[in-house]
């Protein structure tokens, strides 16, 4: 694993262990915050996940409306990631083993590499990992810049192309998890199976906040 992923998720561990480090009822709401006033309060306005609109496995358009009444979670991949892509989609398949049939949750990872990741590749890709809905799990590709942009600024992760790295990529382990509301209210590292078996605890929890 190079050192520059290997940084993005020692911040990552360092940001949810500061969130976690109390008892809390609920996840925290991560991300950037900006605060206005209305009838002379001040008001939380929170980091939301911003417009989009990539096409899946099966040409169909995913934007955030196609998360309405969802909590799901994201990540950033390439399918001819040679480091750290194989060990987050093991990981990745635990969780969609877990949660499949929750009518509330979905999963969606974004290919860093549109012009090698087509739609016809991301159709073959799903499949030979065992993922046969994509009501559930969206494999998604479209412009690169819009791609990154959505990585970086939306869920402020690491995306971009480096000729110097291996497979000529950056991008971020992080599994990152989103709420109805497309707020952020988790990171986890996608290589370690012990910060996903506490995505996977995790996930229930943002779920009862909605019974």
């Not at 969609?96 to 549109?114: C, G, M, Q, R, V």
């Not at 402020?156 to 971020?172: C, K, L, Q, R």
Request: net charge negative.
């Amino acid at each position: 694993m190079n050192i520059k992923v290997l940084l993005s998720l020692a911040v990552f561990s360092i940001i949810v262990s500061a969130c976690n480090s109390g008892v809390e009822s609920k996840l925290p709401i991560m991300g950037r915050t900006e605060y206005e006033e209305v009838n002379g309060k001040l008001d939380t306005i929170y980091h939301t996940i911003p417009n989009y609109s990539f096409v899946d496995q099966d040409s169909v358009e995913v934007t955030p409306d196609t998360f309405d009444n969802k909590i799901y979670v994201a990540d950033f991949f390439f399918g001819t990631c040679p480091t750290i892509c194989p060990i987050m989609k093991r990981q990745m398949i635990r969780v969609y083993d877990e949660f499949k049939d929750n009518t509330e949750f979905a999963l969606l990872s974004h290919t860093i590499d549109p012009d090698h990741d087509t739609v016809a590749y991301l159709k073959d890709y799903s499949e030979k990992i065992g993922v046969m809905d994509n009501m559930v799990w969206h494999f998604v590709t479209g412009d690169k810049d819009k791609i990154y942009e959505t990585g970086q600024e939306g869920y402020m992760v690491a995306t971009s192309e480096d000729p110097e790295e291996v497979g000529g990529f950056i991008h971020s382990g992080a599994f990152i998890l989103v709420d109805k509301e497309k707020r952020i209210r988790g990171f986890y590292d996608g290589t370690e199976s012990k910060d996903v078996d506490r995505l996977i605890n995790d996930i229930p929890k943002l779920l009862a906040e909605y019974k």
